[in-house]
């Protein structure tokens, strides 16, 4: 079992940046591949970035590449997700989520992920 609680969220000016963080419970937090996901009102909830358990291979959906960095301390059981020049569009509710295997092909889709935190959220004003 692994729980996750998101922090960093708030209201930010576009252009501007935020950092979230993601810290999870238990031993084996190296182990898990582990995601970002962002849902915006009346939409689906959608892949941002995904990192594998030791930190070398990431993913990030197209529409974020370039502005956010997702990143890991496997000593402080913790994932971020640095995000940069922030527009509008980014506003969401910004989860974090635990897989336990990773795939190449999957790792957008977030019924790879077992366990979810609750989510913070993130707004941009233009």
């Known amino acids: 079992q692994v729980q996750l609680v998101e922090s960093g969220g708030g209201l930010v000016q576009a252009g501007g940046s935020l950092r979230l963080s993601c810290a999870a419970s238990?031993?084996?937090?190296?182990?898990?591949?582990m995601g970002w996901f962002r849902q915006a009102p009346g939409k689906e909830r959608e892949f941002v970035a995904a990192?594998?358990?030791?930190?070398?291979?990431?993913y990030y959906a197209d529409s974020v590449k370039g502005r956010f960095t997702i990143s890991r301390d496997n000593a402080k059981n913790t994932v971020y997700l640095r995000m940069n020049s922030l527009k509008p569009e980014d506003t969401a509710v910004y989860s974090c989520a635990a897989a336990p295997t990773l795939s190449s092909t999957y790792y957008y889709n977030e019924n790879t992920y077992s366990y979810w935190g609750q989510g913070t959220q993130v707004t941009v004003s233009s």
């Open positions: 238990g031993r084996t937090f190296s182990s898990y591949a």
């Open positions: 990192i594998r358990g030791n930190g070398r291979t990431t």
